[in-house]
C-alpha cells in the first residue's frame, strides 16, 4: 500500500478520484434527488454529515471492533447517523425532507460511505479519516451540485429556483424527469472522458490508487 | 385483487424500481452485460424482495411500534442476517441452486432497491399480501430492467462506438432511453 500525505488524503477525493464522476459510487442519490440544485445541495450535505461521523467513529472503535463483523459494524454505525441526519432534516426543514423522501434513508446503502471505512478509516489514524472523509463528502457535493444544476437549469430554466432565461425558453422538462438523471450523468461522464483523452493523447498506464478496487465489492 | 394486480404492475412497469426511481443502480451497471447473468441476478433479487418484504412487514407490525427511530437499524441488521441464514439453507438443500445464485445473495443485501422497498413499503402502509405483490412486481421490474440492458449491452459490443464512449458513458445513455421508454408506461395508471 502507498502511503499518502496528508494533503492526498483530502484533495484525493475532491477530483482526482471523485466518488460519483470517478469511481461511480452511490449513483443512486446522485440521480434520484438531483432535479433542483436545492435538493442536490441538501442530499449532499446529509451524506457529507454521516461520512464524516462514521469515519470518525470507524476510526476511533478500529481496534475495539472485531474483524469478523466489521462490515455489520460499519453499517450498525452508519445507520445510527443516518437516523439522526434523517429527524434532523425532518425537524429543521421538512420540505426538503418531503422532496427527498426514502432517499434520505438509502443513504445507509450508499456504497460509497461503506466503502471509505473499509478502504481507509479502519485502518488509518482518526486525524488521517477525517481529512479523508472531508475529502471525499466534499467531491460528492461538487458531483451533486454539477448534476443539479445541470438538470435545474436545463430542466426548469432556473437555478436555485431563480429564473434565468425570462419566460421565452421552453424548459426541457425530461431533464428534472428520471431519464434526464441518466442522461446528465452521461454526459458528464463523456465529457470527462472527452478531457482526459484530449490531455493525455498517449495515455501510460495508470496507477491506481486504493480505493479504486472498492467498486467491484459495491 | 384487483388493486393487488394494479400494486403489482405499478412497481414492475410504471415506477420501476431502476429506470425511474434508480434504486438497484450497482447490479445494473455491474452485471448487465449477459443476459443469462441479468436472468440470474434478477432471480436472486426477486427472492430477496419478497422475503424483504415479509421481514418488513413482520417488524413493522410487531416490533417497531414501540420504538420508530430504531426502523432502519433493525429493517437492515434483520434483512442482512436473513438473507445469511436464507443462504445457508440453500447451499445445504439444494447446491445446485445456490452455485446459481450464491455469489449474488449478499451482493443483493447491501443493494438500496432492497432497503428502498422496506422504506417504500412502509411509508405506503402497505398489509402483508399487498407488500408481497409490491415485492414480486418490483422483481420482475428489475429482472426486465436487467435483461433488456444486458441485451442491449451484447449487440452494443459487436457496434463501432468511439473509444471516448464505451464503458459507463454510453451505459447511461442508454439506461437513460430505456427510462424515457418506461415512462411511456406512466399513463397506464391513469387510464385504469
Known sequence: MRETTRQEDLLRGIWRENPVLIQLLGLCPALAVTNSVENALAMGLATFFVLCGSSLLVSTLKKLIP?????STYILIIATFVTVADM???AVVPEIHKALGAFI??????????????????KRPVGRAL???VGTGVGFIIALLLMGSLRELLGN?????????????????????????????????????WIQQRRA??????????????REAA | MQELFWILLSAMVVNNFTLSLFLGLCPFMGVSSRVETALRMGAANIFVLTITSICAWFLNTFVLAEAPYLRLISFIVVIASLV??????????????????????????????????????????YGLLEGLFFAIGAGLGLTLALVLMASIRENSELASVPEVAKGTGLTLIIAGSLSLAFMGFAGLLSAA
Open chain 1, 105 to 122: 434513508a438509502l443513504i445507509v446503502v450508499n456504497c460509497m460511505i461503506l466503502g471509505r471505512q473499509e478502504a481507509f478509516a479502519s
Open chain 2, 84 to 125: 445469511q441464514i436464507v443462504e445457508m439453507v440453500i447451499k445445504k438443500l439444494s447446491p445446485t441452486l445456490f452455485r446459481q445464485l450464491g455469489i449474488f445473495l449478499p451482493l443483493i443485501t447491501t443493494n438500496c432497491a432492497i432497503l428502498g422497498l422496506a422504506i417504500f413499503q412502509t411509508n405506503r402502509g
Open chain 1, 131 to 133: 481529512l479523508d472523509a
Open chain 1, 157 to 193: 430554466g432556473s437555478l436555485l429556483g431563480i429564473s434565468l432565461f425570462g419566460p421565452s425558453y421552453e424548459p426541457w422538462v425530461v431533464m428534472i424527469l428520471p431519464p434526464g438523471g441518466f442522461f446528465a450523468l452521461g454526459a458528464l461522464i463523456l465529457a470527462l472522458g
Open chain 1, 201 to 214: 493523447p498517449r495515455s501510460q498506464p495508470q496507477e491506481w490508487p486504493e480505493g479504486v478496487a472498492d
Open chain 1, 88 to 90: 434532523t432534516l425532518e
Open chain 1, 67 to 71: 474483524h469478523e463483523v466489521r462490515i
